[in-house]
Every structure is written in C-alpha cells, then in structure tokens.
C-alpha cells in the first residue's frame, strides 16, 4: 500500500512542484507592484494559502462522501451543492475580513491603497478563486477515484497546488483592472 501511494504520489508532486515554479515567476514580474503596495504584498501568501485550504477541506468531505457512497457528480446532487456552498460562504467571509486586515496593515507599512481598492481586490479575486476550488475540487476527485487512485492521496496536493498558481494569476488579473 505504502509503496503504491509513493509510486503514484512521486511523479504527481514532481509535476506539481514546477508548476509551483511556474507561479514564483509570475510572482517575480509583479515584484515592483507588490513592493510598493504592502496590502498587496500581504494578500499574495493569504489569498492562495486559503484557497488551499478551502480546497483541502472540499476535497476531504467528497472524499469521505465517495467513500460513504454517496458522492455522485450531479448539480442535483444536495451534497455537492450544501459543501459548494459552504466553501463559497467562507470565501465570502474570510476574504472579506482579509481584505480590511491586508488594507489596516498595508497602511501601517506606510502604503497608500484605499480601503476599497483592497476589499475590492480581495473579494473579487478570493470569490473568483473559490469558485476554481469547488470546480477543481469536485473535478479532481471523481477524476482520481476514475483513474483508480485514492483521492485521499491525491486530491489534496492537485488542488492546493492548482490553486497557488491560478490564485496568484487570478489575484494579479484583479489587481490590474482594479489599480
């Protein structure tokens, strides 16, 4: 079993590991932007770590719903439904509340953001990546139960990491039709 799980895991969190890569460049490029708006600079690390972890606790309840037997893919299925809007009324919430800390904080870093260019910047890009969640979250785990693999293994590294590269293009997408 241990040896299965490390064969299927080790390519899987290689690849995953450039992708990561692949979003400290993108990173790299706003730098400039990012240096000189610390509320920025403070959402980048909040905005993808909550994704991942709204993405960890979707994926851990299908899982469990999978291995239940009562996950199935379907829009009129309530449980997928009830966890999707849970993980969007939490986005909803928390980014909310990101933003007027990133704002207070990047204000006593001496930064010049007003506070509805930072709600705005975090509220829309975290509602827009929650939506990446649940989509990436329901599509990794039925694709991994597909495939034959146990999502316990591996939706949780997939998503997360999914999540820290568009998370960073989402925010910086946000940032340049806000700012």
Same mark, same amino acid.
């Given at each position: 079993?241990?040896?299965?799980m490390?064969l299927?895991?080790l390519?899987? !969190?290689?690849a995953?590991s450039?992708l990561?890569?692949v979003?400290?460049s ?6 400039e932007? $990012?240096?000189t708006?610390?509320? $920025?600079?403070?959402?980048? @690390? ?11 606790i979707?994926?851990s309840r299908l899982? #469990?719903?999978?291995?239940l037997?009562?996950?199935?893919l &379907?829009?009129?299925? @309530?449980?997928?439904? *009830?966890?999707?809007?849970a993980?969007l009324?939490?986005?909803? #919430? ?6 007027f800390? &990133? ?5 006593? /870093?001496?930064?010049? $953001?007003? /506070?509805?260019?930072v709600?705005?910047? *975090?509220?829309?890009?975290g509602? /827009?990546?929650?939506?990446?969640v649940v989509?990436v ?6 694709t991994?139960?597909? !495939?034959?693999?146990?999502p316990?293994? =591996? =939706?949780i590294p ?5 999540c820290?590269? #568009?998370?960073?293009l989402? /925010?910086?997408?946000?940032?340049t $039709?806000?700012?």
């Amino acid at each position: 079993m241990v040896r299965s799980m490390v064969l299927t895991m080790l390519p899987l !969190l290689a690849a995953l590991s450039i992708l990561q890569m692949v979003s400290g460049s993108v990173l790299e490029a706003y730098e400039e932007v $990012l240096l000189t708006n610390p509320a $920025l600079l403070i959402l980048v @690390p909040v905005q993808i770590g909550t994704a991942g972890n709204l993405g960890s606790i979707m994926c851990s309840r299908l899982s #469990t719903q999978l291995h239940l037997g009562t996950f199935e893919l &379907a829009v009129d299925n @309530p449980e997928v439904r *009830s966890n999707s809007g849970a993980i969007l009324g939490l986005g909803a #919430t928390v980014f909310v509340v990101v933003g007027f800390a &990133a704002w207070g904080i990047g204000r006593l /870093l001496g930064g010049t $953001l007003g /506070l509805l260019e930072v709600l705005t910047i *975090s509220i829309v890009s975290g509602m /827009l990546l929650a939506v990446f969640v649940v989509v990436v979250s329901l599509l990794a785990v039925s694709t991994s139960y597909r !495939l034959g693999y146990n999502p316990d293994d =591996t =939706t949780i590294p997939v998503v997360t990491n999914v999540c820290d590269i #568009t998370g960073v293009l989402i /925010l910086f997408g946000v940032i340049t $039709l806000v700012l």
